[in-house]
């Protein structure tokens, strides 16, 4: 097996370009950390609105790049910069499709309707421009819906070209809630053939499902955590995916993201107060007391304070805290801080907060990446209830913070948080296994109880958390073995077991 690989990364998001979600924060990292192995790994995105020729040092590379989407042709521009480790991404640049406001949707969370022809040029021409630039990659790696179609191409309608046929394909799945459905005569301008709009493939009922796709055709899939692969290989689970991703059997797996301990550790943190480590945590006490001072809150450093970071959409369960906030803040000594955008009921609900239990709950509406970091750094604990997690970062900085996560224990919170051990004082947070209300006000307390009435047990916890070890060098070290498999699955459907 070769060592040095030529990966080609093609993906809808990437930080510092363009994010909306998770994905962005992989496609800023991985990359950089398999370039370290030696492979020559390039990225593709769209050239979005955010895209900042000057800042980013972007530069025309190709004039044009035209690639047939059904009865027609488009045509594009591919620009070019670098990021660390000398990693190229190059950017495909067609004003109708990517110069919009939002990536995926409108201000007003419109789905714009011609994603299946944006996301299908811009996989189209990933292909086309590796063959204009003689790149053939071993492995292309596509991730969520997007560019899930990438894989049914290299099977069929390139399985016989020179550059390309022997590329073997890794799609990622993210979220796999997000699957890219849209009506059924959008599939034409994919240019494939009918017989795959059939139920094992494209088709979800009258719709075509690219994701679903993408899972047929890959050589090898993954998801992000293995605690949320095996959430979705159940029968019940939302996803409606189960009996497709478990007819890959072995070629469908969880490997966990990693983080950046450069942007997100309190010995590092530019946005915090006062820095602190493991050996020294004098300056975790300075935090705690300026966020309840930016919360307005009793500055008070004895008492137990819990942080909750996120988006307020179903799968994170913030409205089971909402059933119980009350009740816990009723019952127990004990503050509240919630940074939070999202459904309007739940904002409004948090917002009233601060008025019924003055000094005790803090709340801010909107995104603020600087409160983020100091909630992480000044809390005691962090509360993340949700439903499904397919990885999850919050609980992870937690542990690096000395912050111990209250985590419902479902996919990546499962695998991320060791439960406390009440005879040992061994564990790095409190998981809770019901979906409910009552589940998370117990938990909660039993938290709090450990904080007043175990203080040893606390300590060893938060040496413990602070001691984890996720970073991205663990997890691009795993993708490297999936590319092996990948390659070793496509050279198999090459020597006969076609689709
Ligand atoms: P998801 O990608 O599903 O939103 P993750 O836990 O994987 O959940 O990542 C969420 C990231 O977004 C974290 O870095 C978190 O701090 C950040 N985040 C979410 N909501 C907010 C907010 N309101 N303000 C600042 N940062 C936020």
Request: aromatic share 14%.
């Amino acid at each position: 097996m070769k060592n040095r690989l030529r990966i080609l990364m093609v993906a809808s998001e990437m930080v510092p370009f363009a994010k909306a979600g998770g994905l962005a924060d992989v496609l800023g990292a991985l990359p950089i950390e398999l370039k370290k192995f030696g492979h020559d790994v390039r990225v593709i995105i769209p050239k979005y609105s955010s895209v900042n020729d000057r800042i980013h040092s972007v530069e025309l590379f190709k004039r044009f790049v035209g690639v047939p989407l059904g009865n027609e042709e488009e045509w594009c521009a591919i620009y070019r910069t670098h990021i660390r480790e000398d990693v190229p991404v190059y950017f495909v640049d067609h004003n109708w499709f990517y110069l919009r406001e939002g990536i995926y949707h409108d201000n007003y969370m419109n789905d714009y309707q011609d994603n299946p022809r944006r996301f299908g040029f811009l996989s189209k021409v990933a292909l086309q421009f590796c063959k204009e630039i003689s790149f053939k990659p071993d492995v292309i790696h596509v991730h969520d819906w997007p560019t899930a179609v990438i894989p049914a191409f290299l099977k069929t309608l390139l399985s016989d070209d020179p550059d390309l046929a022997g590329s073997a394909s890794l799609l990622t799945a993210h979220n796999l809630m997000h699957q890219g459905i849209y009506p059924r005569d959008n599939f034409p301008l994919l240019d494939l053939e009918w017989r795959y709009f059939h139920d094992d493939v494209f088709k979800s009922y009258d719709s075509i499902n690219l994701l679903k796709g993408g899972i047929y055709f890959a050589d090898l899939v993954n998801t992000v955590s293995p605690g949320y692969a095996k959430t979705v290989l159940d029968p019940v689970d939302s996803t409606g995916l189960a009996p497709y991703l478990a007819q890959k059997g072995y070629n469908f797996v969880g490997v966990l993201n990693g983080v950046d301990y450069d942007v997100w550790s309190p010995e590092k943190d530019t946005f915090i107060p006062a820095q602190y480590s493991m050996q020294d945590r004098r300056g975790k006490v300075i935090c705690k007391r300026d966020l309840q001072k930016t919360f307005l809150l009793d500055q008070d450093e004895q008492i137990a304070l819990i942080g909750v970071i996120g988006r307020f959409v179903p799968q994170k369960g913030f409205h089971l805290l909402a059933q119980v906030i009350q009740k816990i803040v009723t019952d127990m000594h004990i503050q509240f801080v919630i940074l939070g955008t999202g459904d309007n009921d739940l904002e409004n609900y948090f917002m009233s907060l601060p008025a019924t239990f003055p000094a005790r709950v803090g709340y801010h509406l909107g995104f603020n990446d600087e409160l983020a970091h100091l909630i992480e750094a000044g809390s005691d604990f962090f509360l993340m209830p949700s439903l499904f997690e397919p990885c999850g970062l919050n609980q992870i900085y937690s542990l690096r913070y000395g912050t111990l996560p209250i985590v419902r224990a479902t996919g990546g919170l499962d695998d991320t948080i060791i439960n406390y051990d009440e005879l040992t004082g061994e564990g790095t947070g409190f998981k809770f296994f019901d979906a409910s209300a009552q589940a998370l006000y117990y938990t909660v307390g039993w938290a709090i109880s450990t904080y007043y009435d175990r203080p040893a047990h606390l300590e060893q916890m938060i040496q413990q958390a602070m001691a984890q070890d996720f970073s991205w060098q663990k997890s691009a070290q795993d993708y490297n073995r999936l590319y092996q498999v990948a390659i070793l699955n496509h050279r198999n459907w090459m020597l006969g077991n076609r689709i």
